[in-house]
C-alpha cells in the first residue's frame, strides 16, 4: 500500500557531503512525520532525524549542526543534507513514515524503507 524509495547514499570521503532523498507513494492521504534512522553494524539502529508535517523537527544526539532534515508535503518526500561526514556516520539509513494515513482506511499505520548505504572512508 505504501513504498519507501530512498537514494543519495554511496562513498564519501571524511569532511564531505551527502544528501539522502525518501519518496513515499501509494494510497496516502497524509503522513504525520517523515524521518531518517541509521543502523552501523553491531549497533542498535538510531534516530537521525525527524519532521513532521507542520515543519518540527527532531534531531537525534549530536546529529544536530552537520545534518538538516527538511521536506516537501506535496511530493511526500524527506531529504536528509549530511555535511562534514566522519567515518563513523557509516550506517544504512532508513527512510521512516510515521502514523500515516491511507485513503479509504481507519487506522494510522508506519512505514520503513529497504534502506541506503552510507560510507566514510577515504
Known amino acids: 500500500q505504501v513504498q519507501l524509495v530512498e537514494s543519495g547514499g554511496g562513498l564519501v570521503q571524511p569532511g564531505g557531503s551527502l544528501r539522502l532523498s525518501c519518496t513515499a507513494s501509494g494510497t496516502i492521504f497524509s503522513i504525520n512525520a517523515m524521518g531518517w534512522y541509521r543502523q552501523a553494524p553491531g549497533k542498535e539502529r538510531e534516530l537521525v532525524a525527524a519532521v513532521t508535517s507542520g515543519g518540527n523537527t527532531n534531531y537525534g544526539d549530536s546529529m544536530e549542526g552537520r545534518f538538516t532534515i527538511s521536506r516537501d508535503n506535496r511530493k511526500n518526500t524527506v531529504y536528509l543534507q549530511m555535511n562534514s561526514l566522519k567515518p563513523e556516520d557509516t550506517a544504512v539509513y532508513y527512510c521512516?513514515?510515521?502514523?500515516?494515513?491511507?485513503?479509504?482506511?481507519?487506522?494510522?499505520?508506519?512505514?520503513w524503507g529497504r534502506g541506503t548505504q552510507v560510507t566514510v572512508s577515504s
Open positions: 521512516k513514515a510515521d502514523q500515516v494515513i491511507l485513503r479509504g482506511l481507519n487506522g494510522r499505520y508506519d512505514y
